[in-house]
């Protein structure tokens, strides 16, 4: 798109409107003068604008046409109306082509802090579409252009953006590294709202590195920063993190004190965030051998999240695909599963889908399906290959073990060789 000069912009309507120089004579500006600010060799000031524009809308309204045109826009350089016009549209539902065609207009412009806006727009498109790694590269563009243009604000969002899209793809070291970055500056700058985001993130984060202390000390932390009579879901989101990280510490009991007080404390015990405390409280619970309880927990959690939050659906049915393992039944728990596989692929969610297949090789061991075990396992590599590597040795030992038991020496070589090239890889 071309955006004109303020000659430009007054010679071209004056054709439209079938107008001559002579028309825009005045005191002040002759025909000549006119001419030379159409051929861009005199400025155009507002008093000048001014009048070219009542010109223009006496014009129009003799004509019938409904048009308002401005002294303001009339002097608008080109830079200037790109950026009106791309500020005008990036306030708008934009598709991610369209978003592209406001970045192009930026860079041709010159417009740093625009760009920088588009790729945001286009990263958070991104990563609602579940595709982080393109939306890591669009939040890393929209980071680097906010350092060269000094725009510190933003840099708190950006980073952690770039830290969802890392944990996202479960590459948690890197992103642990992108959401202390994001506390840092958000702490700096006083944002309070991205503080306690980043802060959350980072205890979910430090979960998954088995840091369970460093995750509750950040939890409190993050709570006592929350205001639990305005902010009930981040209040129980964040000690839902607290009850978690005992929960891997084997300290249900805690966990248990936590879980209960919440449900208790919560003004709807039929909202998705009731649904999530329900879920993990049904995990205790099937850590502890009640299973009966673990059930009715399940599907309290389940009916929520049928009806309330289809994309995590999943993860109640495969949390739940345990309980049906417990009891011995098998075929029960791998219907489940299949289900619970099939909305985690639908919702891009790798880790409850590598939750779903560690699951589905505990059925297959239990059913005596060595085939089904080995495709599993293939699986589960193809998901960790660029993600987890200390998860990925884990299964390649895992798998060496599987192939000892079924006598297959080869293969189980094989995957010794692979787990010692995963840790010469690692240093």
Sequence with gaps: MKFLTPGEKIKKLRKQFNMIQQDFEEEFMTRSYFGMIEAGKRNINVKIATSIAEKFNKKAKSLGVELEISPEYLMMSPQEEARHYCKDKLSQDLKEEEIYDVLSIAKEYDLPDIEMEAYKKVGIIYHSNYRYLDAFIAFSNALDIAKNIDDKQIQAYLYNM???????????????????RANNYASIYGEREMEIKALFNLALCYRRLSKFDNAINVADICI??????????KYVRANMIKFNNYS???EYDKALQIGEKLLSWLADD????????????????????DISKSMEYFGKS???RKNKEPNKLSHTIIDKSRAYIKQGLNEEASMLLQLGIDMTMK??????????YYNLIDVYTNLGDTRGIEQTYMKVTNILQSKDRTELLRI???????YIKQGDLIKAERYISLSQESIVKGY
Excluded at 347 to 356: E, F, G, H, N
């Design 302 to 304: 389940q009916e929520i």
């Design 270 to 289: 039929e909202s998705i965030t009731a649904a999530f405390v329900y879920n993990n409280i049904a995990n205790i619970y099937l850590d502890k051998g």
């Design 396 to 402: 390649y030992l895992e798998i060496s073990k599987f």
């Design 162 to 180: 770039l830290g969802s899209c890392k944990y996202a793809n479960m590459e948690y070291i890197e992103a642990l590294v992108y959401f202390e």
């Design 224 to 233: 006592s920063k929350i205001d639990d009579k305005l902010e009930p879901d």
């Design 347 to 356: 919702y891009s969610d790798q880790d409850y889908l590598l939750r779903a």
């Design 248 to 250: 891997d510490k084997g």
